[in-house]
Nanobody
Framework: QVQLVESGGGLVQVGGSLRLSCAAS????????MGWFRQAPGKEREFVAA????????HYKDSVKGRFTISRDNAKNTVYLQMNSLKPEDAAVYFC?????????????????WGKGTLVTVSS
């Protein structure tokens, strides 16, 4: 049984930083790409960032490039999302997900398993 548990969300001021973590269990973690998605109230879930199984490749939503960094520690079965220079439009519930393959995908339909999410609130 694959389980993903996100943590690190919270309330932060505009321009602040947060580091999200996603702890995974139940699978050989390094064999699969991982992704972060987010969903704001009244909006569809959207891709934020993804990282390949080895961690050598990453991909970001255009609006977060240069501000967010995705990384992973396969020894700890954990993927991270460092978020800097946060903006009000970054406020959402953030979900991590395990891809079906080792290669990056930005499509939620390519994800096999999802965490329950962690809330990020950005105050102005």
């Amino acid at each position: 049984q694959v389980q993903l548990v996100e943590s690190g969300g919270g309330l932060v001021q505009v321009g602040g930083s947060l580091r999200l973590s996603c702890a995974a269990s139940g699978r050989t973690f390094s064999n699969y790409a991982m992704g972060w998605f987010r969903q704001a109230p009244g909006k569809e879930r959207e891709f934020v960032a993804a990282i390949s199984g080895s961690g050598s490749s990453t991909h970001y939503k255009d609006s977060v490039k240069g501000r967010f960094t995705i990384s992973r520690d396969n020894a700890k079965n954990t993927v991270y999302l460092q978020m800097n220079s946060l903006k009000p439009e970054d406020a959402a519930v953030y979900f991590c997900a395990v891809d079906r393959s080792i290669f990056i995908s930005i499509r939620s339909t390519d994800m096999d398993y999802w965490g329950k999410g962690t809330l990020v609130t950005v105050s102005s």
